[in-house]
């Protein structure tokens, strides 16, 4: 089948080429933009039966005019003393200024005697932010507005201010969160451009990925962003980077697998056309194969019940899509007209490199394989233990520079009043029948929720014009986006909210910590199904390729574990040797994308190139031996690859980014170098024959021409 696909795709090469460039051009042209489909709202992911969304819902429904966040502005005197009654005062008068400035997107300012600390070294004005919830600029606008109101009303004062809240975090935090993707991302395309350049020492098949991949992404932006209209879907706002690093990944991945196969051919003395035809047909079913694996783990993702991971699915299937199809249709058309001058000026292609590591590499495999097969299960069942110790920190502020003018003020902030100031968790007490509250209700109410364990302080209560529903915003003694305050909603707070309750009346929670402990509980059950499901899928697809069942149970649960030993990795580090309080809740999901999903292509490659081995006659350990040495530089030139594109993510001052980078390029590394070339080819060799069954594609009954051609190896000394 793909024998004669790359010979259409060879001999009709200008037609490709042109038919590619013409649909992607109508594509971008025509279709709509990828950000007209994304959503920044974290709680408009969960399902309704979360009682965090029911919370938004009743507060929607209950204060139509409630703003959508608030800014909070820290007061206090520049000698740090206690405010005098006459500073009260002056901050007074400071709110009826920055509701006198006039700025868009903000409420009336509110402030009084409740607001000063009882210690009274700060005072709080609380800031509505009124300004839509989906538009980011305007509500940065917000904030920004309110400190200059603030800067030129307390000059020349003893008092001084700062703003803080989310909002006011995401504006301080912008700069650096777009300064260190502008790094990352150029850092990838130099380390991509370099590495390719070291493997093949040619500017063209250096820069052939980085210019493809580029018009590949765009194209499946635009892609998404139809189906997402189509089907009535909105996605997270970091698919747009998910879907740049999973293409210049993967896409990296499929073009190395075509030129390692299409330079081995060359130096067998095949001309340019007959080179790429027949590394299209070894390699086609590789990467079809590889890329269905992937689609078929991203489309796992649908059955998140916490749609921000959900959402992920269907962008990123559609990207691998995209991708394989170019992989298979525009690169074996544009390297084989250029033909050899693909790797010019080098002349390296043209010889045959000799003891080479990987040669070596793969003897060893071949007389010892149980010594492989063991000491690198040692070294992942090592690793993996480290999930038992597992932490997930749903604070993202912590990861952030803390010189910035909204973490002074929330540090400031603690120093009068309980630290879930910052971000109050919200209690909607209601009516059972649909009666008005009575003040009764509301002080007994009030009076309870202050005694219950975990809470610092209790607002006074906010009636809705209805008088049905009022909000309480429950000042926490944690940070609000803690470990310990998200344990505590989940595991005590809600309940002894909803025990205080008055009689007729019912208690709602709600809130960024009570969003957080709900999109844990999702976050478990997600991983618990998407992990079952994805692997017997994958599985499937094994089977089909290898026609084998044995085969596919100990590549899917080698991979498995693989998964397990980069996060226990990740955990050991950070929780262990760093003594942070966890790692980054998104962990899992990304080790489950980047290094479930994609690291299972090196697997794919590897246990394909076994089966060509076996087939031409080779016994179990020399077909071992003989697949490390020329699926060895694939795999390793492309492990490489893909994990320095994400460990340039340390170069990210930002805690949860570098998280990722570490571990994701730690995952990549033990799935190429440990998994795919030494766990693999030695448990193959081990189990033998018997690897194939029931279909025994070990077996070459129509005798093909030989997969490894003598004395023709494909090897670069990388």
């Known amino acids: ?121 700060v005072q709080l004005i609380s800031v509505p932010i009124t300004a839509n919830a989906t538009d980011q600029q305007a509500q940065m606008d917000a904030v920004t507005g309110t400190r200059d109101a603030i ?153 998140a019940s916490f749609g921000g991971f959900g959402s992920l699915g269907p962008g990123l299937a559609i990207g691998v899509f995209v991708m394989a199809i170019t992989a298979l249709t525009l690169i074996p058309a544009v390297v084989g007209l250029i033909g050899p001058a693909t790797f010019w000026p080098s002349k390296a292609w043209r010889r045959e490199p000799k003891g080479t590591v990987f040669l070596r590499t793969g003897a060893a495999l071949g007389r010892r394989p149980a010594v492989a097969a063991v000491s690198s299960g040692l070294v992942l069942v090592a690793l993996a233990s480290g999930v038992l110790m597992f932490k997930a920190d749903y604070d993202f502020a912590a990861g952030f520079p803390s010189t910035t003018e909204s973490a002074k003020a929330a540090a400031d902030l603690e120093r009068g009043f309980p630290q879930g100031a910052v971000d109050p968790t919200e209690a909607y007490l209601t009516t059972s029948d649909g009666s008005q509250l009575t003040a009764a209700q509301l002080d007994q109410f009030a009076a309870a929720a202050a005694k219950v364990n975990g809470v610092g302080g209790v607002q006074p209560a906010v009636k809705a014009p209805s008088g049905t529903v009022a909000r309480f915003d429950l000042l926490l003694n944690v940070n609000p986006a803690s470990n310990e305050a998200i344990t505590l909603v989940h595991d005590h707070l809600r309940a002894d909210l909803h025990a205080i309750a008055p009689p007729g009346t019912r208690v709602v929670v709600g809130g960024t910590t009570a969003i957080f402990a709900d999109i844990n509980s999702a976050n478990n059950r997600d991983l618990s199904v998407i992990l079952p499901f994805a692997a017997l899928l994958i599985a499937i697809i094994l089977a089909l390729l290898l026609r084998s069942i044995v085969a596919p149970i100990y590549l899917v649960l080698a991979v498995l574990l693989n998964f397990a030993a980069t996060l226990g990795a990740a955990i050991y580090l950070f ?144």
């Open 151 to 303: 800067k030129d009303d307390l000059a020349g004062t003893a008092l001084t201010a700062g703003v803080t809240g989310q909002v006011a975090q995401f504006v301080d935090n912008n700069d650096t969160f777009n300064t260190a993707f502008a790094v990352v991302g150029t850092a990838t395309f130099v380390l991509i451009i370099v590495l390719i350049l070291i493997i093949f020492r040619s500017p063209i098949a250096a820069l052939l990925p980085i210019l493809v991949i580029g018009v590949v992404l765009q194209v499946s932006s635009n892609l998404i962003a139809a189906a997402g209209e189509l089907f009535d879907f909105n996605v997270d706002q970091s698919l747009q980077t998910l879907l740049l690093i999973v293409l210049y990944g993967i896409g990296t991945d499929y073009i190395l697998f075509l030129l390692f196969r299409y330079r081995e051919r060359l130096r067998a003395g095949a001309d340019k056309k007959e080179a790429m035809v027949y590394a299209v047909a070894r390699v086609g079913e590789v990467i079809t194969s590889a890329a269905a694996v992937v689609i078929v783990a991203f489309l796992a993702l649908l059955l």
């Open 1 to 121: 089948m793909f024998d004669k696909w790359g010979r259409f795709v060879v001999r009709r090469a200008w037609w490709v080429i042109g038919g590619w460039l013409v649909g992607a051009l109508l594509i971008i042209g025509l279709l709509p933009s990828l950000a007209d489909i994304t959503s920044g709202d974290q709680g408009s992911f969960l399902p309704d039966k979360y009682e965090s969304v029911q919370a938004i819902k009743l507060a929607t429904s209950a204060f139509p005019q409630q703003s959508t966040s608030t800014a909070i502005v820290v007061v206090k005197r520049t000698d740090g003393a206690p405010l005098t009654e006459a500073d009260q005062a002056r901050v007074g008068t400071l709110a009826t200024a920055i509701a006198g400035a006039h700025v868009a997107g903000i409420g009336q300012p509110q402030t009084g005697p409740q607001a000063v600390a009882p210690n009274k070294l």
């Open 575 to 718: 929780q262990g040797v760093a003594g942070k309080p966890g790692v980054t809740f998104q962990l899992p999901i990304v080790l489950y994308l980047f290094v479930l999903a994609i690291g299972t292509d090196y697997n794919i490659l590897m246990i394909a190139r076994l089966r060509e081995e076996a087939r031409a006659g080779n016994e179990p350990r020399d077909a071992a031996a003989l697949a490390v040495r020329y699926a060895g530089p694939s795999v390793a030139a492309a492990g490489l690859i893909l994990a320095g594109t994400f460990a340039v993510l340390a170069l990210a001052p930002v805690s949860f980014l570098q998280q990722i980078g570490f571990s994701v390029a730690a995952g990549i590394l033990l799935s190429a170098f440990v998994m795919s070339m030494f766990l693999v080819p030695s448990l193959t060799a081990l189990i033998g024959h018997a690897a194939w069954w029931p279909g025994h594609g070990d077996v070459d009954r129509s005798k093909p021409e030989t997969a490894t051609p003598p004395s023709v190896p494909e090897v670069s000394s990388i």
